[in-house]
């Protein structure tokens, strides 16, 4: 009942009603959120950032087989993991308070492998030399992430939410994703100008 009543208030609601909705969703997301779950995992992977920062490890100085076996420790470890935690939650057909109590858990963990094995990736292609105009243009977006983030929101809401298009649960996940990639691949070239 309540994922319809969203739906029909994305779809058809004014722009006052859409606001009004999500300032109450997102007050108790970033309230409970950040007491519960942002000050511990977001505070602990800086730390560890930083540590790895320090070590060299962010700079693709280190050895190739360094990289190499931090790709294959951190996807051997954490790939695992968030596959059974995606599993898992399709098996649960994503419920809520499934995932809050057990589906969260795996992914939480294994999330930490499968980013270091994507660190050691991306400083391998560094070191290669290979791609370096890929590179440079995800650097130009990287310097413009907050105004990469407002515009990406922006475009987004209009196409879905009622004040613009109304496309909200109305389109399939492959539209979504490809829309997603169209719009990820207009600011990149936007970030270069």
């Known amino acids: 009942e309540g994922i319809q009543e969203n739906v029909e208030l994305y779809r058809d609601g004014s722009y006052g009603e859409i606001f009004v909705e999500r300032a109450k969703f997102v007050m108790m997301f970033q309230v409970g959120g950040f007491f519960t779950f942002a000050i511990w995992r977001p505070g602990g992977l800086m730390l560890i950032g930083m540590a790895l920062m320090r070590l060299g490890v962010f700079s693709a100085r280190r050895s190739r087989s360094f ?102 649960g109305e389109t399939d996940p492959t539209f979504a994703a490809l829309l997603t990639i169209v719009v990820y691949l207009a600011q990149i070239r936007f970030s270069q100008s």
Request: with cysteine; hydrophobic share 50%.
């Open 67 to 168: 990289y190499l076996r931090l790709a294959a420790g951190g996807y051997g470890i954490g790939l695992p993991m968030v596959l059974c935690s995606a599993y898992f939650l399709t098996a649960h057909q994503w419920d809520g308070l499934y995932f809050m109590k057990y589906g969260i858990h795996w992914n939480y963990v294994g999330s930490l492998g499968v980013a270091l094995g994507h660190v050691a990736v991306l400083m391998l292609v560094i070191q290669s030399g290979a791609l370096r105009g890929l590179l440079d243009r995800l650097q130009a977006t990287g310097r413009m992430a907050f105004t990469n983030y407002l515009s990406q929101t922006v475009v987004m809401t209009t196409i879905f939410y009622s004040y613009g298009l109304g496309l909200y």
